[in-house]
């Protein structure tokens, strides 16, 4: 069972860092794109793009080290692990992501409020089919990410990735802001950044409050309660369940039960029936880590 865990664990690292460098590389190639054709194309929303994308490639290394402290085994100091330093690394994320997304909506506003609208420049085709290209590319890469975060169950990926689809709505407006200037509104380049600052701003909400809920103890919903329920159940020599509380911890689940046993069997046998249910609860439920087994009599 233990060599179980181990391999189980070695796989999430392996599956994590290989989305996370597939991201990285993808986010610096799509970056430099966007800054360039911002540049060119004198286009502020394909810049304020660009600058979403750079930020894809600090989240992403947060997310790295993120999961790399959370697989670690546990340790005198930290008995029940180390999970929740992922939650640590999505609330980072989230952090920089609104910080991101602050910088892009003052200068937003800015250009709005200014009522200069006759000076700001008209952007280029080639801000157009950066918008194109970025809106195709950081889509494949939300669903990229999301497939595997789900596989692993990881909140950080998961952030890293609604950070991606965060990307893929800001380039939709940036999209929509450049093709608006070029048919005659100059402001409109500008209103898609500010429509870009609510997307990422939104996304970041998103992103700290799951990442909070995890670090706060809470219990499993109904349902799975009700699973763990049956499965202590399945033992004919279990007679009750007294209690069962659940919570958790990071991406994990801890258990505590109190089951009835015939009060007249011998304390090997109410070992054997409390070892027995352990088990079974790890086997059926895979993101359980640790489980605690009371026995009363009856």
Known sequence: MEKNKMKANDDFQSVANRVSVVTIIGNVILSVMKLLAGIIAHSSAMISDAVHSASDVFSTIVVIIGIRLSARESDREHPYGHERMECVAAIVLSVVLFITGLGIGA?????????????LQVPGILALIAAIVSIAVKEGMYWYTRHYAKMIDSSALMADAWHHRSDAF?????LIGIAGARLGFPIMDSVASLVIFLFIVKAAIDIFK???????????????????????????????????????????IYVDVEIEADALCSLQEAH?????????????????????VHVNPK
Request: aromatic content about 4%; proline content about 1%.
């Open 107 to 119: 200068k937003a506003l800015k250009n709005i409020f200014s009522g200069n609208y006759n000076v």
């Open 170 to 174: 800001s380039s939709i407006g940036a």
């Open 210 to 252: 799951d990442a909070m809920d995890k670090m706060v103890d809470h219990s499993c919903d109904e349902e799975t309660e009700k699973q763990i329920h049956d499965c202590v159940m399945k033992n004919e020599k279990v007679l009750g369940v007294d209690l069962l509380q659940t919570r958790i911890f990071g991406n994990k």
């Open 272 to 292: 054997n029936i409390a070892e027995s249910v352990h088990d079974e609860i790890e086997r059926s439920f895979p993101k359980v880590k640790h489980i605690m």
